[in-house]
Nanobody
Framework: QKQLVESGGGLVQPGGSLRLSCAAS????????IAWYRQVPGKEREGVSC????????YYADSVKGRFAISRDNAKNTVYLQMDSLKPGDTAVYYC????????????????????WGQGTQVTVSS
């Protein structure tokens, strides 16, 4: 059974940092594209970042460029999202999604539905 488990969320002050993890079980991430999305109740889901099977092929939403960094560690079967300079507007439940990679691209469109999703981890940025 393919599963994704997010962790690393929590409460942080504005300007602080968090590192989210997306760990896979039941399959290996080597040939998968992984994306991070976030959602606030009552608002549309937002694609934050993704990485293709090529770890150098990454994409970011304009709202997080320069502050967030996605990386993958295939040996640990885990993808990370390093979040720095956090703002209250980053508060959301963060989810990771996975799909078999096609080429060196990945998608963070709000309407795109990855076939595999984790359960989410809450990130709250507040003083």
């Amino acid at each position: 059974q393919k599963q994704l488990v997010e962790s690393g969320g929590g409460l942080v002050q504005p300007g602080g940092s968090l590192r989210l993890s997306c760990a896979a079980s039941g399959f290996t991430l080597d040939h998968y594209a992984i994306a991070w999305y976030r959602q606030v109740p009552g608002k549309e889901r937002e694609g934050v970042s993704c990485v293709s099977s090529d770890p150098d092929s990454t994409y970011y939403a304009d709202s997080v460029k320069g502050r967030f960094a996605i990386s993958r560690d295939n040996a640990k079967n885990t993808v990370y999202l390093q979040m720095d300079s956090l703002k209250p507007g980053d508060t959301a439940v963060y989810y990771c999604g996975a799909e078999i990679a096609t080429g060196f691209v990945c998608i963070i469109s709000a309407q795109y539905d990855y076939p595999h999703w984790g359960q989410g981890t809450q990130v709250t940025v507040s003083s």
